[in-house]
C-alpha cells in the first residue's frame, strides 16, 4: 500500500505465489512511480513467476506491464464483463 500522509493512493494485492490480483493507483498520482515500485513489491514478494490478467481496452496498464518486463501469454473473453482478458506473465528472479 502507498500513503501520501492518511490518504492510500495505491495499493497491490499478491495472491498464493504467483497471481498479482490487483495493482491500482489513484487516476491523479499515476506516472509518478507509484506503480513501478508496487510492481517492484509484488515482484520481490513472488516466487520468481507472475501472472495478472488484463483487459483489452485498458492499453495503459497494457503497456505499463510490458514496460515491467511481462509478457502476453493469452487472452480471453469475460464473461461478465463481455471484455477481451490478456493474460500476461512474467518470469524472472526476485529483484
Known amino acids: 500500500m502507498c ?7 495505491g495499493f497491490a494485492c499478491l495472491v498464493g505465489d504467483g497471481e ?6 489513484a487516476p491523479e498520482r499515476q506516472c509518478e512511480g507509484i506503480g ?11 516466487k520468481g513467476m507472475l501472472t495478472v490478467g488484463v483487459y483489452e481496452e485498458n492499453a495503459r496498464a497494457r503497456a505499463f506491464y510490458r514496460r515491467g518486463g511481462f509478457e502476453e501469454i493469452g487472452s480471453r473473453d469475460d464473461e461478465l464483463t463481455g ?7 512474467w518470469k524472472g528472479e526476485s529483484i
Open 3 to 9: 500513503r501520501d500522509g492518511g490518504r492510500v493512493v
Open 20 to 25: 498479482e490480483a490487483a495493482l491500482f493507483v
Open 36 to 46: 513501478t515500485a508496487l510492481l517492484d513489491w509484488v515482484k520481490e514478494h513472488s
Open 83 to 89: 471484455s477481451r482478458e490478456y493474460w500476461t506473465e
